[in-house]
Nanobody
């Protein structure tokens, strides 16, 4: 099993930045691609970004392209999400996810492990 713990969420004004972290523990040798998803109140969980096992392949939702950057440090078993130019519509609970594959997916069903989420609130 792999455990994922997110951190770094909080309250920020529009235009501000936050950096989320997701630390993995347990059977981390089985970790492959990782991703970030978010869920706003009364909405479905949406894809935000993904990163391949090696870290050299990334993908983003159109709504965050150019503002968010996903990265990972395999030595620390940690993935990051740098979020800049935050807007109120970015308000959501952000979840980290991992699977055993190489490239990951935009589909939440493709992920084997999930964190409990961290709240991001952007005020206008």
């Amino acid at each position: 099993q792999v455990q994922l713990v997110e951190s770094g969420g909080g309250l920020v004004q529009a235009g501000g930045s936050l950096r989320l972290s997701c630390a993995a523990s347990g059977r981390t040798f089985s970790l492959g691609a990782m991703g970030w998803f978010r869920q706003a109140p009364e909405k479905e969980r949406d894809f935000v970004a993904r990163i391949s096992r090696s870290g050299d392949n990334t993908d983003y939702a159109d709504s965050v392209k150019g503002r968010f950057t996903i990265s990972r440090d395999n030595a620390k078993n940690t993935v990051y999400l740098q979020m800049n130019s935050l807007q109120p519509e970015d308000t959501a609970v952000y979840y980290c996810a991992a699977n055993k594959g190489v490239y990951g997916s935009k589909w939440s069903a493709a992920y084997d492990y999930w964190g409990r989420g961290t709240q991001v609130t952007v005020s206008s």
